[in-house]
C-alpha cells in the first residue's frame, strides 16, 4: 500500500476489491457444491468490519475518517466464514440455494465492477491534478 494522504481512499477501496474478489470464490464455491451433502455455505464478512472501523472514528468528516482507517488498515481484512445458521430445507444438510448464490454473485459483481470504475477515477484525478 502506498502511505500518502493522496491515496487514502484508493487503499480502502483496494481492501474492498479484495472482499470483493474472495467472495467471489466463495460463492463459485457455493455454487460449484449445491449438490454436495452436507455441505454449509461460505460467506466473507468486510462490510460489516469496515462500517465499524468508520464509525469508531472521532472525526467529523468523512476524509478524515477514512485518513484515520488508513492508518489501521492492516487489521481490516476480510475473512471468509463457514454459515452455519443459515436454514436448510434439505435432508442432506446442505444449505446453499442456487438460486440465492446467483443473486449473490451478481450483487457481488456489479460491486466489484463499482469498486472498480472508482478507483479508475481516482487514478483520473491523480492523472488531472499532475498535469
Do not use: H
Not at 474492498?16 to 457455493?30: G, H, P, Q, T, Y
Not at 460449484?32 to 467529523?60: C, H, I, M, W
Not at 475518517?65 to 445458521?85: F, G, H, I, M, S
Amino acid at each position: 500500500m502506498i502511505n500518502s494522504k493522496a491515496f487514502d481512499y484508493i487503499n480502502v477501496m483496494d481492501k474492498a476489491l479484495d472482499a470483493s474478489w474472495l467472495r467471489n470464490n466463495a460463492l463459485s464455491n457455493n455454487i460449484a457444491n449445491v449438490d454436495t451433502p452436507g455441505y454449509k455455505r461460505q460467506e466473507v464478512a468486510f462490510e460489516s468490519e469496515l462500517e465499524k472501523a468508520l464509525k469508531k472514528n472521532s472525526a467529523a468528516e468523512m476524509d478524515s475518517r477514512v485518513n484515520e482507517l488508513n492508518q489501521k488498515l492492516n487489521r481490516l481484512n476480510p475473512r471468509p466464514y463457514t454459515d452455519y445458521a443459515g436454514y436448510s430445507y434439505r435432508l442432506d444438510g446442505n444449505n446453499v440455494d442456487i438460486d440465492n448464490e446467483n443473486v449473490y454473485l451478481a450483487e457481488n459483481q456489479i460491486k466489484y465492477q463499482g469498486l472498480m470504475a472508482c478507483v479508475n477515477q481516482e487514478f483520473q484525478n491523480l492523472q488531472v491534478v499532475m498535469k
